[in-house]
């Protein structure tokens, strides 16, 4: 080896090059602590959340997302009521499960079956402000009726104003009216 300046070896394996900092040779140690990522400054990190919590969380979410899903057949106010909050608690559920190196069991189908029970919801919501104005006729009619006669021509006019805005063929809806009150 050379004696020249910056072609020596220092004894560290670094090469010193002049007005440039010490550059360590590939595959030589350096001394001194392993590199880590510099800290946000934001101060101490967060604790870990509980499995405990962590694991009763997923099954919350469960337990409203299956409410949702099954309520939202039959009166779609609560289905909406208990979709939405098994889906931010689901979501919520996973994201502490992800932070805590741990499972958040019943999160995932929570939030299935939280996004089933509000999209049923916005289902029946929309077919019932579709058809909000023959319900509406069929009430009036019915409240005006006196006799059976007078129910049974307001079921007859609800099936055939419901067939007319689905556009379908005539008499295709009259097992409906086994279904109608009255």
């Known amino acids: ?71 939202s057949l039959f009166f779609f106010p609560a289905g909406l009521l208990l979709g939405i909050p098994a889906l931010v608690i689901g979501i919520r559920a996973r994201k502490a499960a992800k932070a805590g190196l741990t499972a958040a069991p019943g999160a995932v189908p929570g939030i299935v079956f939280g996004t089933i029970g509000l999209v049923l919801a916005l289902m029946v919501l929309a077919m019932t402000i579709f058809i909000w104005p023959e319900q509406s ?11 059976q006669q007078d129910e049974k021509a307001c079921k007859d006019a609800f099936v055939r104003s419901l067939e007319k805005k689905f556009n379908m063929p005539e008499g295709k809806l009259d097992d409906l009216e086994k279904f109608l009150p009255g």
């Open 1 to 71: 080896m050379s004696e020249q300046p910056g072609q020596g070896d220092g004894g560290n394996g670094s090469t010193e090059t002049p007005g440039r900092p010490n550059i360590p040779e590939p595959g030589a140690r350096r001394a001194g602590p392993a590199w880590r990522p510099p800290s946000r400054g934001d101060g101490p990190t967060p604790p870990r959340p509980d499995d405990a919590a962590v694991a009763r969380l997923g099954r919350r979410s469960l337990w409203l997302g299956l409410g949702a899903t099954v309520i």
């Open 137 to 147: 006729d069929y009430t009036k009619c019915t409240d005006k009726a006196n006799t």
